[in-house]
């Protein structure tokens, strides 16, 4: 049994079965339709991705799942970016490449090539799990995948912020304020204090090219069900209770759905929906010891897909024709009611598709922490036609946990989200999903050669 049928639930299925043979039979719970936050809206008959945006190149199963299913990328439409204090634009993008590297130059020094050799590091060390993954190598723990990548510096990489590893690697305080807080901003919702692991990867997608699947994201998971055969059930999971059969574990998967209540039992479940109390509210019943809720909070986040007119003189130019961004970060100011907000483009763009001019009704997303009040859209849009909110727990509030969730609940009972409180990205619970089905395979089959091995790189090395 999957418990979810997002990202993590529709790519574990697929790689379950890739691991055990067509012959696995899985189930796949979701009581609110596949995609999880992968989610559209619709506004005048298109749709727009009103979440998970865009994916980093170096992305390699993501890039992997839209080569099998045959999607493709969607065409990117060029627009550029600015940070807004509230006050006045403190750093903005041209058309210039080279005019860009000179304004970040004169602004901050040589702070911008430092973040990026320090971004580039932790990649280049992060990219080993995918040849520790094709080798069949799997991590019973969050701990474990860490160390085996970038050892106990990237296990530290948790535990302390960003902002900090960033200053000691000479990064000024200024660059810190103003540049990383907005991108932690846009994304997270969440100030410099983030983990420093989290902040490499987020920053490592915003400043590395990303894409997006035309038609939109989730059809990454629709297609991995449909590929996978699985058998949807749309129902929410309750609890899990544990039995045993001839010695071995047995899961007893209790759900409620249109047609009530029911039960199913399992060999294995794989739980991909966040055990926390505000997010799923299922029991676990006879373990030993005591399956607990994972401590940590999540932080609300607030969507805002607004057509309308943009009020730029808001921004500093009277003249909305003169407006020249397609996107806007914002700094960690106590006045400023919104995080980011960017005019998006359809999820199917043709080939005459082209950006709606300042001065024309366009279609917004607007991300902030509390949902927006008629005076806050006033401030930001001369008029608008419709707006569309969605509210949902985003992103693990990453100043709540002192420590990692478990991978391994019990013997084949497994927790896939956990891997959101090292980063959050599609991409990260993409290669959580791979390691879970390694995992589960490897446990299964007895091969414990294959589980939490030391000196991987040299191994593969051998291996090769």
Same mark, same amino acid.
């Given at each position: 049994?999957?418990?979810?049928?997002?990202?993590?639930?529709?790519?574990?299925?697929?790689?379950?079965?890739?691991?055990?043979?067509?012959?696995?039979?899985?189930?796949?719970? +979701?009581?609110?339709?596949?995609?999880?936050?992968?989610?559209?809206?619709?506004?005048?008959?298109?749709?727009?991705?009103?979440?998970?945006?865009?994916?980093?190149?170096?992305?390699?199963?993501?890039?992997?799942?839209?080569?099998?299913?045959?999607?493709?990328?969607?065409?990117?439409?060029?627009?550029? !970016?600015?940070?807004?204090?509230?006050?006045?634009?403190?750093?903005?993008?041209?058309?210039?490449?080279?005019?860009? $590297?000179?304004?970040?130059?004169?602004?901050?020094?040589?702070?911008?090539?430092?973040?990026?050799?320090?971004?580039?590091?932790?990649?280049?060390?992060?990219?080993?799990?995918?040849?520790?993954?094709?080798?069949?190598?799997?991590? !019973? !723990?969050?701990?474990?995948?860490?160390?085996?990548?970038?050892? #106990?510096? =990237?296990?530290?990489?948790?535990?302390?912020?960003?902002?900090?590893?960033?200053?000691?690697?000479?990064?000024?305080?200024?660059?810190?304020?103003?540049?990383?807080? %907005?991108?932690?901003?846009?994304?997270?919702?969440?100030?410099?204090?983030?983990?420093?692991?989290?902040?490499?990867?987020?920053? %490592? @997608?915003?400043? @590395?090219?990303?894409?997006?699947?035309?038609?939109?994201?989730?059809?990454?998971?629709?297609?991995?069900?449909? $590929? *996978?055969?699985?058998?949807?059930?749309?129902?929410?999971? *309750?609890?899990?209770?544990?039995?045993?059969?001839? @010695?071995?574990?047995?899961?007893?998967?209790?759900?409620?759905?249109?047609?009530?209540?029911?039960?199913?039992?399992?060999?294995?479940?794989?739980?991909?929906?966040?055990?926390?109390?505000?997010? !799923?509210?299922?029991?676990?019943?006879? =373990?030993?010891?005591?399956?607990?809720?994972?401590?940590?909070?999540?932080?609300?986040?607030? *969507?805002?897909?607004?057509?309308?007119?943009?009020?730029?003189?808001?921004?500093?130019?009277? #003249?909305?024709?003169?407006?020249?961004?397609?996107?806007?970060?914002?700094?960690?100011?106590?006045?400023?009611? =919104?995080?980011?907000?960017?005019?998006?483009?359809?999820?199917?763009?043709?080939? %005459?598709?082209?950006?709606?001019?300042?001065? +024309? %009704?366009?279609?917004?997303?607007?991300?902030?922490?509390?949902?927006?009040?008629?005076?806050?859209?006033?401030?930001?849009?001369?008029?608008?036609?419709?707006?569309?909110? *969605? +509210?949902?727990?985003?992103?693990?509030?990453? #100043?709540?946990?002192?420590?990692?969730?478990?991978?391994?609940?019990?013997?084949?009972?497994?927790?896939?989200?956990?891997?959101?409180?090292?980063?959050?990205?599609?991409?990260?619970?993409?290669?959580?999903?791979?390691?879970?089905?390694?995992?589960?395979?490897?446990?299964?089959?007895?091969? $414990? +050669?294959?589980?939490?091995?030391?000196?991987?790189?040299?191994?593969?090395?051998?291996?090769?």
């Amino acid at each position: 049994a999957v418990v979810g049928a997002g990202l993590g639930g529709s790519a574990v299925a697929y790689f379950l079965q890739q691991h055990f043979g067509p012959q696995v039979q899985l189930d796949v719970y +979701e009581p609110a339709g596949v995609g999880g936050r992968l989610a559209t809206v619709t506004v005048n008959k298109q749709q727009y991705e009103s979440r998970g945006g865009s994916i980093h190149a170096l992305s390699l199963h993501m890039q992997d799942f839209v080569k099998i299913l045959g999607l493709k990328h969607r065409r990117e439409v060029a627009g550029k !970016s600015a940070i807004f204090s509230g006050e006045h634009f403190v750093l903005e993008e041209t058309d210039w490449y080279l005019l860009n $590297l000179f304004r970040l130059w004169w602004h901050y020094g040589i702070s911008f090539l430092r973040l990026q050799m320090w971004v580039e590091e932790v990649m280049e060390k992060f990219m080993r799990i995918y040849k520790y993954q094709a080798h069949g190598y799997a991590f !019973s !723990s969050l701990e474990e995948l860490l160390r085996s990548l970038g050892g #106990d510096a =990237f296990v530290n990489m948790t535990q302390r912020s960003v902002a900090e590893s960033l200053l000691e690697v000479g990064v000024t305080q200024r660059f810190v304020d103003d540049v990383i807080a %907005a991108v932690l901003r846009s994304s997270y919702g969440q100030s410099v204090l983030v983990p420093a692991f989290a902040g490499a990867m987020l920053l %490592a @997608g915003a400043q @590395g090219s990303t894409w997006a699947v035309e038609g939109g994201n989730k059809l990454v998971c629709s297609g991995l069900l449909k $590929l *996978t055969k699985a058998n949807v059930i749309p129902a929410r999971v *309750t609890g899990i209770s544990l039995h045993s059969s001839e @010695g071995r574990a047995l899961y007893q998967v209790h759900y409620e759905g249109s047609e009530g209540q029911g039960s199913a039992f399992y060999d294995m479940v794989v739980v991909t929906t966040p055990l926390h109390p505000s997010r !799923s509210n299922f029991t676990f019943e006879n =373990f030993e010891p005591p399956i607990a809720n994972f401590l940590g909070a999540f932080q609300p986040s607030v *969507t805002s897909v607004v057509h309308g007119y943009l009020n730029s003189s808001y921004f500093g130019f009277p #003249d909305p024709k003169l407006f020249p961004f397609a996107s806007i970060l914002t700094t960690d100011t106590p006045d400023l009611f =919104f995080n980011a907000m960017d005019n998006i483009c359809p999820v199917n763009i043709s080939a %005459a598709f082209r950006r709606k001019q300042p001065q +024309e %009704a366009a279609v917004w997303r607007v991300l902030s922490q509390q949902p927006l009040d008629k005076q806050q859209l006033k401030t930001l849009f001369r008029s608008y036609y419709s707006v569309q909110v *969605t +509210e949902w727990q985003a992103y693990p509030r990453y #100043d709540a946990a002192k420590s990692l969730p478990p991978i391994v609940l019990h013997e084949n009972l497994f927790y896939l989200s956990g891997v959101e409180w090292v980063a959050s990205s599609m991409e990260m619970i993409a290669v959580a999903a791979k390691n879970v089905a390694l995992l589960a395979y490897n446990r299964w089959h007895q091969d $414990l +050669e294959k589980i939490d091995q030391k000196d991987l790189m040299h191994k593969v090395k051998t291996e090769l």
